[in-house]
Antibody, heavy 118, light 106 residues
Framework: EVQLVESGGGLVQPGGSLRLSCAAS????????MNWVRQAPGKGLEWVSY????????YYADSVKGRFTISRDNAKNSLYLQMNSLRAEDTAVYYC???????????WGQGTLVTVSS | DIQMTQSPSSVSASVGDRVTITCRAS??????LAWYQQKPGKAPKLLIY???SLQSGVPSRFSGSGSGTDFTLTISSLQPEDFATYYC????????FGQGTKVEIK
């Protein structure tokens, strides 16, 4: 069974940092591209970042470029999102999601809540 | 950037109704479109990919159609468990989601 489990969310002050993790199981993690997607409270879905299966290709949404860093450790079956210079508008539930056929997101984690507030 | 516009933003319907949700892309995306269902407090669930391919395990009352800029998600006979918010997502250039359509009980 495919499982994605996020962790690392919490309350952080504006300007602070946080590192999210996503533990993958039930599939060959190293063969799949991955994404981070977020959802602000009561709002829609927003794509945040993409990483290729090897980690060699990375993309970011303009809203997080220069502040967030995506990475992966295929030996540990884990995906990461390092978030620096956090702003109030970064408050959201963050999901990791596996890329499936035609670049859909076929499996999602349960999400981890990041709250940026003083 | 490719913008995705869903309509309507919300729809009130009864069990057994046929429901249609539309998604329009700001430029052609071929068939690089997926549909998701999200219930409160839960992660999105993939329903349709490649505009019209049904994800394994998803009931056949869900169907998708379209290509280019105009796409449709149809629920042929609404069931109680289908009351949720639905999102389209393009994958032609990075990823962009529509704003969502909430299907509510009439």
């Amino acid at each position: 069974e495919v499982q994605l489990v996020e962790s690392g969310g919490g309350l952080v002050q504006p300007g602070g940092s946080l590192r999210l993790s996503c533990a993958a199981s039930g599939f060959t993690f190293s063969s799949y591209e991955m994404n981070w997607v977020r959802q602000a409270p009561g709002k829609g879905l927003e794509w945040v970042s993409y990483i290729s299966s090897s980690g060699s290709t990375i993309y970011y949404a303009d809203s997080v470029k220069g502040r967030f860093t995506i990475s992966r450790d295929n030996a540990k079956n884990s995906l990461y999102l390092q978030m620096n210079s956090l702003r109030a508008e970064d408050t959201a539930v963050y999901y990791c999601a596996r890329v499936g056929p035609w670049r859909c997101l076929d499996y999602w984690g349960q999400g981890t809540l990041v709250t940026v507030s003083s | 950037d490719i913008q995705m516009t869903q309509s309507p933003s919300s729809v009130s319907a009864s069990v057994g109704d046929r429901v249609t949700i539309t998604c329009r892309a700001s430029q052609g995306i071929s068939s690089w479109l997926a549909w998701y269902q999200q219930k409160p407090g839960k992660a999105p669930k993939l329903l349709i990919y490649a505009a019209s391919s049904l994800q394994s395990g998803v009931p056949s009352r869900f169907s998708g159609s379209g290509s280019g800029t105009d796409f449709t998600l149809t629920i042929s006979s609404l069931q109680p468990e289908d009351f949720a918010t639905y999102y389209c997502q393009q994958a032609n250039s990075f990823l962009t989601f529509g704003q969502g359509t909430k299907v509510e009980i009439k």
